[in-house]
């Protein structure tokens, strides 16, 4: 992939235990049939096994984000809804390649044991900017996991889905683009 895919994040979960998430540190992943089976389904130039997880070497998971946010390259934005308790978080130049993604996968995989049993999300990266249609990378947040399906292009998306992530991540883009001028 040489062009940079962008990420979106959609999960409810209480603010406190979001906060709690946010304080916590990065914790490795342990490689299972679903990380298998999705590493399997990706095409990639000199693809290696999965034999470990990457994750994020940091003080805490509020930093990974934080750097995401201040990085100016990056046209990252977030938003917490205390009504419903949603919390949206979205990269418009996210990653390149697959190594780069396997942290941040890793650590979607630890917020969905912060949330309430009930409480559903997605997390995905995908090509926004460009045209390809590509998903590196797709994660349904349900019962307190984040499982990751085999999607490869954005038709297999639900097109609600699809349509709000797009719509966010070109507000993001506006804001990125009001940055430049600034």
């Known amino acids: 992939m040489a ?17 709690y998430f946010f ?3 990065p914790v490795p992943q342990n490689v299972d049939e679903n990380w298998s089976k999705w590493w399997d389904s990706r095409e990639m130039f000199g693809k290696q096994a999965l034999l470990n997880i990457p994750y994020y070497h940091v003080q805490s998971n509020r930093t990974v984000f934080d750097q995401l946010l201040d990085g100016r390259d990056f046209g990252s934005v977030e938003h917490y809804d205390k009504n419903d308790e949603i919390w949206t978080f979205t990269a418009i130049f996210f990653s390149e ?8 996968l890793s650590l979607m995989k630890q917020l969905a044991t912060y949330q309430d049993k009930a409480n559903t999300g997605i997390a995905f990266i995908y090509d926004f900017c460009w045209g ?3 998903v590196m990378a797709y994660l349904e947040f349900t019962g307190q996991q984040a499982l990751l399906k085999n999607y490869k292009v954005t038709d297999e998306i ?3 889905v699809l349509k709000e ?3 966010k991540l070109e507000d993001a883009v506006e804001k990125f683009n009001q940055g430049l001028k600034d």
């Open 158 to 160: 639900e097109s609600s």
């Open 97 to 104: 390649n697959y190594t780069e993604i396997l942290p941040m």
């Open 23 to 25: 304080q916590d540190k």
């Open 3 to 19: 062009e940079y895919s962008s990420l979106y994040i959609k999960i409810t979960i209480r603010k406190e235990k979001l906060q």
């Open 165 to 167: 992530a797009n719509l």
């Open 132 to 134: 390809s249609e590509e």
